[in-house]
C-alpha cells in the first residue's frame, strides 16, 4: 500500500506549474477512497468538445441560459432545432479510456464515488456505476408544467415526426448537445409540449442561469466529506458548482490532485496538476496500479 500524498506547498501560494508526473495520482489512487469529480474534458476524446480549452465551444457559442428558454417561444423553437439535430451526433459518441479507466478504478475498490459535471451519460455507459450528474443528464426531458420526466429518444421521435423534413448540416457539436445552426436553418421548426399536460418541455439539464438542485449539492458535499482525497479530471473549475467541491475538501485538509492540460481556477488548492491528455494519462496510472482498463464498453 502507498503512502498518502501530502500538500508540499501552502494554498494561499502560487500554485505550482502543470507536471507530467503520475506519481501522486498512482500514489492517491492506491491508497483508495478517492472521489472523481470530472468536467468536459474528460469527453473530448470521444468527439464532444470542451466550453474552455483549446477550441472550445464558447469561443464560438452562447449556450442557451434557463431566462431565455422560458422567456419565449422562437428561443425555445432555436433551442430544440439546435438540440435535436446536437442528439443524432452526440448519441453516437462512445466512452474513451479515460472513462473506461475511472470504472475500472472503481470496480477495484479505489474510488469512493464518481460525480461528473457532463451531460452526456458516457461515465455511466464506460462502465461507472452510481454517478452523480451534477448539472443532470440530455437523455432526460422534464414538463417545466406538471414535473413530468421522459425519455429523451421519446422526444426524438416526437420531433421527428413534427419535423419530416428537417435535416440541416451543423458547423458544430457543443458540450451541452447544442448544435451550431444559423436562425434560418432553424426556420420554423416545430417543438412538441409535454404528452401529459401540454407544458413547455425542457432537457433534464442545469441551464447556464440556472441553479443546481439544493439536494443534490449536499449530497455532493457528502460525498468530499466522506472522500479521503479529490481527483478533478477534465475541467476548468471555472464556475462555482465544481470548484466548491475542491474548496471544501482543501479546507478539509483532503489531498486534491488535477489532470487537465490548462490552468485550472482550483490549482492553488491542488497538490499537483498534470497537465497531460487524460486518456493516456489515466490509463498510464491504472498500468502502474495492475488495474486493467480493457477495451471499449458496449453501449
Avoid at 457559442?61 to 439546435?82: I, L
Avoid at 466512452?95 to 477495484?108: C, S
Avoid at 482543501?250 to 496538476?273: E, S
Wanted: glycine content about 12%; proline content about 7%.
Amino acid at each position: 500500500m502507498r503512502m498518502r500524498p501530502t500538500l508540499s506547498w501552502t494554498p494561499t501560494e502560487e500554485p505550482p506549474p502543470g507536471s507530467t508526473d503520475l506519481e501522486p495520482v498512482a500514489d492517491t489512487l492506491s491508497a483508495g477512497g478517492v472521489l472523481v469529480l470530472s468536467g468536459a474534458g474528460i469527453s473530448t476524446e470521444s468527439g464532444i468538445p470542451d466550453y474552455r480549452g483549446e477550441g472550445g465551444s464558447l469561443s464560438r457559442h452562447t449556450p442557451m441560459t434557463y431566462q431565455d428558454f422560458t422567456a419565449t417561444a422562437q428561443a425555445r423553437r432555436r433551442y430544440w432545432a439546435r438540440s435535436h439535430l446536437g442528439w443524432r451526433t452526440f448519441g453516437r459518441a462512445r466512452p474513451n479510456a479515460g472513462h473506461r479507466a475511472v470504472a475500472a478504478f472503481g470496480r477495484h475498490g479505489l474510488l469512493s464515488g464518481v460525480i461528473t459535471q457532463n451531460v452526456d451519460g458516457l461515465h455511466q455507459a464506460g462502465g461507472s456505476a452510481d454517478v452523480v450528474e451534477l448539472h443532470g443528464s440530455l437523455d432526460r426531458v422534464v414538463c417545466l408544467s406538471c414535473g413530468t420526466f421522459s425519455p429523451r429518444h421519446d422526444l426524438a421521435e416526437r420531433l421527428a415526426r413534427a419535423n419530416p423534413d428537417f435535416s440541416p448540416t451543423a458547423a458544430g457539436i457543443n458540450p451541452d448537445g447544442d448544435a451550431d445552426l444559423t436562425d434560418e436553418q432553424v426556420g420554423d421548426f416545430r417543438v412538441v409540449p409535454c404528452a401529459r399536460c401540454g407544458g413547455i418541455l425542457k432537457p433534464d439539464v442545469v441551464f447556464f442561469g440556472e441553479t443546481v438542485p439544493a439536494q443534490r449539492v449536499e449530497h455532493c458535499r457528502e460525498l468530499v466529506r466522506e472522500a479521503a482525497s479529490l481527483l478533478v479530471l477534465g475541467s476548468s473549475l471555472t464556475v462555482m458548482s465544481g470548484l466548491r467541491f475542491v474548496r471544501q475538501a482543501a479546507q478539509a485538509g483532503k489531498p486534491v490532485l488535477i489532470v487537465n492540460r490548462d490552468p485550472t481556477r482550483g490549482d492553488r488548492h491542488a497538490l499537483t496538476r498534470v497537465a497531460l491528455p487524460l486518456g493516456a494519462a489515466l490509463t498510464t496510472v491504472a498500468g502502474r496500479l495492475g488495474v486493467p482498463v480493457g477495451g471499449e464498453t458496449p453501449v
